[in-house]
């Protein structure tokens, strides 16, 4: 079992920046990878950006060139820096991770880009 805690969501105007952590509560170096999803409103929840055990980092394409995902394994976090945001990010961001006991998910945490 791993607990997954995600952490700074919040309010900013549209072309700011955010900065979200999970941190596990256990090694994370043993997870198949670690991720980001998000569900709007009325929408299904999808993949944003993910960061696989041999760093692959693939992207949803609305977010490229704007979010970029990263770890840190003495931590035990993962990150997600978001740049340029639109109103369009808005939405409940989770933390996901995965491993041979299971898949895991966090609690979640809000974005909201508005003016």
């Known amino acids: 079992q791993v607990q997954l805690v995600e952490s700074g969501g919040g309010l900013v105007q549209p072309g700011g920046s955010l900065r979200l952590s999970c941190a596990a509560s256990?090694?994370?170096?043993?997870?198949?990878?670690m991720g980001w999803y998000r569900q709007a409103p009325g929408k299904q929840r999808e993949m944003v950006a993910l960061?696989?055990?041999?760093?692959?980092?693939p992207y949803a394409d609305s977010v490229k060139g704007r979010f970029t995902i990263s770890r840190d394994n003495a931590k035990n976090t993962v990150y997600l820096q978001m740049n340029s945001l639109k109103p369009e990010d808005t939405a409940v961001y989770y933390c996901n991770a995965a491993d041979r006991t299971g898949v895991y998910w966090g609690q979640g945490t809000q974005v909201t880009v508005s003016s």
């Open positions: 256990r090694n994370i170096s043993t997870m198949y990878y």
């Open positions: 960061i696989w055990s041999d760093g692959t980092t």
